[in-house]
């Protein structure tokens, strides 16, 4: 199993970006997919996340101004993060989740300067 994030980098506060994570080796269109972030010294925290089914779930700090979604063709879940906030700054990995079963992405750093 593998996950693949990109899109990170650094945007100017008040910016956009799109994260990608593609998955290969798990049946993509069972999973419920998450993404999570880390800040050094942090537990990692839920961002939001989009069940097989489409259904969708945000943390409160990000509602409004992130959405998540899914191509289950391409084997890919997306956040659009948009006005962003020096605090959104951290690490952000991508799961699949099924059952017991929970696979982790390699990471992809967002930095948001003020």
């Known amino acids: 199993v593998q996950l693949q994030a990109s899109g990170g980098g650094l945007v100017q506060a008040g910016g956009s970006l799109r994260l990608s994570c593609t998955a290969s080796?798990?049946?993509?269109?069972?999973?419920?997919m998450g993404w999570y972030r880390q800040v050094p010294g942090n537990q990692r925290e839920l961002v939001a996340y989009?069940?097989?089914?489409?259904?969708?779930n945000y943390a409160d700090s990000v509602k409004g101004r992130f959405t998540i979604s899914r191509d289950n063709a391409k084997n890919t879940v997306y956040l659009q993060m948009n006005s962003l906030k020096p605090e959104d700054t951290a690490v952000y990995y991508c799961?699949?989740?099924?059952?017991?079963?929970?696979?982790w992405g390699q990471g992809t750093q967002v930095t948001v300067s003020s």
């Open positions: 989009i069940e097989s089914g489409e259904s969708t």
């Open positions: 080796g798990i049946i993509f269109s069972h999973y419920r």
């Open positions: 799961r699949a989740s099924l059952a017991i079963l929970y696979y």
